[in-house]
């Protein structure tokens, strides 16, 4: 008997049994990587918001005194809260947001900020800072960076 050349049903219906074996034993892998990726551009986010707070604070464009979202306790320690979502434009209180607000909410929008600044030493017109800054956001539970500086003022 001649046989024509081609693939029977069979070794068609085994190649298929064998690609989607491959495909359920590969698919958790993958899934797993995109997590990872998420995470970490996620965390790379805030990482990059907590380092423009510090600048924002080196270049005096936030406020050191209770205003807005604000407070400066009895020692001058000034906490600030920004929580998730958070509208910068509609901050009235600090003049800089509302001329920076569209920028500030695309990179910080996604985070709850807490800004902590304690106050170290004094000079005759300078004073030294030290600021604390915490990025947080959710994903399967709450996760957070926190960055240190000092600046003067």
């Given at each position: 008997?001649?046989?024509?050349?081609?693939?029977?049903?069979?070794?068609?219906?085994?190649?298929?049994?064998?690609?989607?074996?491959?495909?359920?034993?590969?698919?958790?892998?993958?899934?797993?990587?995109?997590?990872?990726?998420?995470?970490?551009?996620?965390?790379?986010?805030?990482?990059?918001?907590?380092?423009?707070?510090?600048?924002?604070?080196?270049?005096?464009?936030?406020?050191?005194?209770?205003?807005?979202?604000?407070?400066?306790?009895?020692?001058?320690?000034?906490?600030?809260?920004?929580?998730?979502?958070?509208?910068y434009v509609a901050d009235?209180?600090?003049?800089?947001?509302?001329?920076?607000?569209?920028?500030?909410?695309?990179?910080?929008?996604?985070?709850?900020?807490?800004?902590?600044?304690?106050?170290?030493?004094?000079?005759?017109?300078?004073?030294?800072?030290?600021?604390?800054?915490?990025?947080?956001?959710?994903?399967?539970?709450?996760?957070?960076?926190?960055?240190?500086?000092?600046?003067?003022?």
């Amino acid at each position: 008997m001649n046989r024509d050349p081609g693939l029977t049903i069979v070794e068609i219906l085994v190649a298929i049994v064998i690609v989607g074996v491959i495909t359920v034993a590969v698919m958790p892998l993958l899934t797993t990587s995109m997590t990872s990726n998420s995470s970490s551009r996620t965390r790379t986010q805030a990482v990059s918001a907590a380092e423009t707070w510090m600048e924002r604070y080196r270049d005096g464009r936030e406020p050191l005194k209770t205003v807005g979202n604000c407070v400066e306790d009895a020692s001058d320690v000034v906490t600030c809260t920004y929580p998730l979502n958070f509208d910068y434009v509609a901050d009235s209180a600090v003049t800089s947001h509302a001329a920076d607000g569209a920028s500030m909410n695309t990179q910080f929008q996604p985070f709850k900020s807490v800004l902590v600044a304690t106050p170290v030493s004094s000079g005759v017109n300078i004073n030294l800072w030290e600021l604390k800054v915490t990025v947080s956001w959710k994903e399967k539970e709450e996760k957070s960076v926190t960055a240190y500086t000092r600046f003067t003022r």
